[in-house]
Each structure stands twice: as structure tokens, then as C-alpha cells.
């Protein structure tokens, strides 16, 4: 039986739909150098929905004001939009209670605010922490910093040449002496996507902590911090369609508790003499001063955009897309992929043979094609692991279409054709 | 008589008015790097880096007859291109004209503009670098 038909059908839909959710992305809709812009850096920040940009101007048009307050009307609409956010990150991550959910700048705040609080109680001199290879600056500095100021050893859980984290010996390298595990759960320079319940399971065998830096995973994957049973776990909003300068720290509230605040000031106190201070409740105690609130509202905004679409489409077009990209830069040859992991997320890090990453990088750019190059933060990864001078990486999100693949891939051919 | 600094300057804009585009720029850019001479491999080190670029540049220099004469490279190939824009500029003159050079060819041609940030700050370094060189040699003459 002929199944054409059928299958350019379905090809219409697929592609009618993408179009379609592409109208919510205004910026996207652009020329750059005088071409259309193709944007494939979205493991950088990805674009924004219009719900999103239209919630920051709505919640200042609208509800402005301060939150926990007053008990003016505005505040307490403020206060709901903030706390109602709050519940949808709850839901997003299956978190037990809003207890757990801090709302923190990004990523990077979050492993900071674990390091200084958490860390700076529980490590001491001589004590171990834990980390892989494969770490974004963002979850290696911090650590590397407390380390130093304790006297306390970082150790690394290894990468093989796929870019797969080697895990056979972490019985080994977990000890008495081991205090904490930090763990990115998918690389956004190799794409990994590691395998943290495993980690997270033989942490646990040996009563250590884990916490995960899921700024990679949240836009890609369902995070249910039960089901990993991990310990904390921080991600962006800028990652997830959201805002920047907001994003998320979740940690068992057992552990919330323990810690110590990490700012002074107001909002996390329950009541001030000139002699002393009481702390207020979770998650307060971890958010001194007036918060980012337009930034979190929209952050619920963009929780919303996701479970509108649904996880499970936006995984599938950038499954699609990758395996199109993967088919594409194969066909062509002469490219050296940095990280072939078997499991894999929509991120692509190569070099085109012979070629120095910031000359593809500058001819992609002058045809509109937007993509990253250099250490993607993970430098020790990529120059002391893999000794490169970088790599070029583009990254697909759910708003990329196969046409804008096929363009990138000529796009290389002209790099290839002008520098080979 | 040689070429002044000027004359050069208005010699590289002049070449570049024939394209119309940018990847016509970007694929002499890419030639002129590909025929830049090398530097001798024993300035490839650390100290002779220049620091403030993302791709890797060495520098190094040499006095003949009162005039100041550069060498360079770079594992890019696009960076090559443009160092060798600027050794065409400045090498072979003296110290004291090369760090009065203002330089202004670069914004004639619109080269900082089709140059990521990144790229245009490793510019921007590289002729401190240069201009340094030559103040120091500059100095020297005069003690
Ligand atoms: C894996 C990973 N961890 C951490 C970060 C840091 O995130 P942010 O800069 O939003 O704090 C990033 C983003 O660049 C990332 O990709």
C-alpha cells in the first residue's frame, strides 16, 4: 500500500504546528546579517512566549507591590500571584510541599546558597566533596571555593571519551570522609544525560547528600524530586521559556531546617529586637529582602507554556530535531562530535575537522545562524579533559523547525567550503 | 620610499570598498590569514600570548634599522586574517609613528561591527599589545 499521502500529511500537521506555536515567539521572527535569524542556542537561554513577556508587563500594569506585607488589596493580589507560583513549581518538580521551593536568582544561586549554608556547616578540614568532570562552572566554582576555605578535597567522578560519566568506582570514591555529592543532570556542553538515580542511590547507601543541577534538564525532561529522592536540586526559569534572574532551589525540608540562612534582612525574619533575631518559616528563611516577584509570577507563566505544550511534544520535536541535525552533519563528514552518549539530550558539540570553533562560529553568525562557541562554562572539561580549544555547539528547543536544521547544515558546508 | 601608515590604511580600505557583502570581506579576511607568515614556532609560548583574545595569538617583534617589524599567529584562522591586516598597517615603520597610529581603518571598513564582542575586544588588545611594543622601543631610543 502507498503511504505517501499518509506520511505528508502528517508532515504538514508536524510542521503546522510548529509554525503555529512560532507565532507565540515574536522575536524569532527577525532577519540578522541580513538573513533570517536561526536561532540554536537555546542551551544558553531559550526564547521567551508571549504569555511569558505579556505576564512581566501585566503583573506591573496590574498587581505591583510589595509581597507579605501589606494587607492592601494590591499586596495581598501580589502576595497571591507570588505564592501561586511558587505551587506551580511545586507541581512542575512534584515537590511533597512550597516549603521546599526557594525562589533564588538561577542555577547559580542555588548551588552558591547550598555551598554557603549547607557546606559551610556540615564540611571541615580534611572532609570530601564530590563532583564530575562534566560540571558547568556553576556547580564546580562554588564547591572548589568551599574546599579551599575549609581545606576540604573536591573529587571528580570521571568521563570517559563519549562523555559519559565513568561510575564503577564511585563506591570507591565515596568515603567516610564524603560530606556531599553535586551532580549535573544533563551536560550542556555534551548533552549527557547522566544517570542520577544510580548516583543518587549509592550516595544514599553511604548517608551523603545529593543534589543535582538540573538547569539543562528541566526544558527537557519530567523532574520528579520523589521519585530521584534527591536531596536539592536548582534549575533556571531563563532555561525553561521564563524570565531571567529567577529560578529555583528545592532541598528536603529536613535539610531546610538544618541550614542556616544565606542573606540577613527582611522577609526572612519573624520578629527583630535590638538583641536578636527569630528566622522566619520555610521557605522564607531563604529569601531576605523584597523579592524578584514580576520574574517569579512569570516564571509561573512559563510553567504554564510548558504543560500547555506538554513536555512529552517538546522532548519529541527536539528528538526530532536532533536525529535530523545528527543525519545531516553525518552525511556531510569531516566533523569530530564532542559527546556521543547513548542517552543524549538536543545538544550538539562538535568541530568541523581542521576548523578553529570561533571561525564556524563567525561565518554561522554572518548567515544569521546563531550558536555557541568556546568552553560553554565547563573549561576545565574541554581543555584539560578533552585538550580542545573549544567547540562549537548548537542546541535545539521546541520552537526549531527541520527547515532551520537543513539551513544550518548548508551553513556548515560554507564554512567547510571557505576555511577547509 | 615606503608606504606610510596612512597610506596603507587607505590601500586596505580601498580593497575592501569592492566587496558588497560581508562574506565577500569574511573570505579575503579568511585568505590573508591563510598566507600570513608564521611566526617561528620557539615564540608559540605563554609569554609571548596576548592575553584578552578567546582564540590563542602569539606575538612577537623584532628592531631592523630603527624600525620595528611584527610576527604573529593564532589557531583561528579569521583572527589570522585580521592580525595580518594590522601587521600590514604597522609593520616595518618606526616605533614613534606606529603608537601615534590611530587606526581608524578598522571602523572605515566595518570591521568591529561583523566581529562577535568577543572578537572585537581580542582586536582591541592585540593593537594595545602592538602599540605597547612600540612605545617601549619608542622609550629606549630616547634613553
Ligand atoms: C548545566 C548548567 N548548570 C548551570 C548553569 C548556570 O545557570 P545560570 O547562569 O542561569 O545560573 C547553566 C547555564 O548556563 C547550565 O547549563
Known amino acids: 500500500m502507498d503511504n505517501t499521502g499518509k506520511i505528508l500529511e502528517e508532515k504538514i500537521y508536524d510542521e503546522f504546528n510548529v509554525l503555529k506555536l512560532r507565532e507565540q515567539f515574536p522575536i524569532l521572527n527577525q532577519t540578522v546579517n541580513g538573513k533570517p535569524l536561526i536561532y540554536l542556542d537555546n542551551a544558553a537561554t531559550n526564547q521567551k512566549p508571549l504569555s511569558v513577556i505579556n505576564s512581566i508587563s501585566n503583573y506591573y500594569e496590574t498587581i505591583n507591590s510589595n509581597v507579605h506585607r501589606g494587607l492592601h488589596t494590591l499586596s495581598e493580589r501580589a502576595t497571591e500571584a507570588y505564592e501561586g507560583s511558587r505551587e506551580k513549581v511545586r507541581e512542575f518538580i512534584n515537590a511533597k510541599s512550597t516549603n521546599e521551593i526557594v525562589f533564588v536568582r538561577g542555577t547559580t544561586e542555588g548551588v552558591n546558597l547550598v555551598a554557603s549554608t549547607f557546606g559551610k556547616v556540615n564540611v571541615k578540614e580534611g572532609d570530601e566533596i564530590i563532583v564530575t568532570e562534566m560540571e558547568h562552572h556553576s556547580n564546580l566554582v562554588p564547591w572548589q571555593n568551599l574546599c579551599r576555605e575549609k581545606n576540604a578535597v573536591l573529587k571528580y567522578i570521571p568521563v570517559n571519551d563519549e562523555g559519559e560519566l565513568i561510575l564503577d568506582d564511585l563506591e570507591k570514591l565515596i568515603t567516610e570522609k564524603t560530606k556531599f555529592i553535586s551532580v549535573v543532570y544533563i551536560s550542556n556542553t555534551l548533552g549527557t544525560i547522566n544517570p542520577i538515580k544510580k548516583i543518587i542511590e549509592t550516595a544514599h547507601r553511604h548517608n551523603v547528600p545529593v543534589m543535582l543541577d538540573a538547569a539543562q534538564a528541566a526544558p527537557h525532561l519530567k523532574i520528579d524530586v520523589q521519585d530521584l529522592d534527591c536531596d536539592f536540586l536548582a534549575f533556571s526559569g531563563h532555561k525553561i521559556y521564563g524570565p531571567t534572574g529567577i529560578g529555583v532551589l528545592y532541598a528536603k525540608e529536613k535539610f531546610l531546617e538544618e541550614m542556616p540562612p544565606y542573606q540577613f534582612g527582611g522577609e526572612m525574619i519573624k520578629s527583630v529586637s535590638y538583641e536578636q533575631t527569630v528566622y522566619n518559616d520555610l521557605p522564607y528563611k531563604f529569601e531576605a529582602g523584597t523579592p524578584n516577584i514580576s520574574g517569579a509570577i512569570s516564571l509561573g507563566a512559563a510553567i504554564d507554556f510548558i504543560n500547555s505544550t506538554g513536555l512529552e511534544v517538546i522532548a519529541d520535536q527536539e528528538k526530532k530535531l536532533f536525529d535530523h541535525a545528527m543525519k545531516r552533519m553525518n552525511e556531510m563528514g569531516g566533523i569530530r562530535f564532542i559527546g556521543t552518549a547513548k542517552e543524549k539530550a538536543s545538544v550538539i558539540s562538535f568541530l568541523l575537522e581542521g576548523i578553529h570553533p570561533y571561525d564556524t562560529g563567525s561565518i554561522l553568525d554572518n548567515l544569521g545562524i546563531a550558536v555557541r562557541t568556546g568552553f560553554h562554562c565547563t573549561q576545565p572539561l574541554i581543555e584539560q579533559k578533552y585538550k580542545l580549544p573549544g567547540t562549537v555547539r548548537a542546541s535545539f528547543a521546541v520552537y526549531n523547525t527541520t527547515e532551520e536544521i537543513d539551513i544550518f547544515a548548508e551553513g556548515l558546508k560554507k564554512v567547510k567550503q571557505m576555511l577547509g | ?143
Not at chain 2, 617589524?69 to 604597522?90: E, M, P
Request: charged letters at 30%.
Open chain 2, 1 to 143: 620610499m615606503n608606504k606610510s601608515i596612512k597610506e596603507l590604511e587607505e590601500e586596505i580600505i580601498e580593497e575592501f570598498s569592492l566587496f558588497d557583502d560581508w562574506m565577500g570581506k569574511y573570505e579575503y579576511i579568511i585568505e590573508l590569514g591563510k598566507n600570513l607568515p608564521l611566526i617561528d614556532p620557539k615564540f608559540k609560548t605563554e609569554e609571548f600570548k596576548v592575553k584578552g583574545c578567546q582564540s590563542q595569538v602569539w606575538l612577537s617583534s623584532e628592531m631592523k634599522d630603527g624600525k620595528l617589524f611584527y610576527y604573529a599567529d593564532s589557531d583561528a584562522v579569521i583572527t589570522k586574517g585580521i592580525i595580518s591586516l594590522l601587521i600590514r598597517v604597522l609593520s616595518g615603520h618606526k616605533p614613534g609613528e606606529i603608537s601615534e597610529a590611530d587606526m581608524n581603518f578598522i571602523n572605515k571598513i566595518g570591521l568591529k561591527e561583523h566581529l562577535s564582542p568577543n572578537r572585537a575586544n581580542g582586536l582591541t588588545a592585540m593593537i594595545n599589545y602592538m602599540k605597547k611594543y612600540a612605545a617601549a622601543y619608542a622609550e629606549q631610543n630616547v634613553n
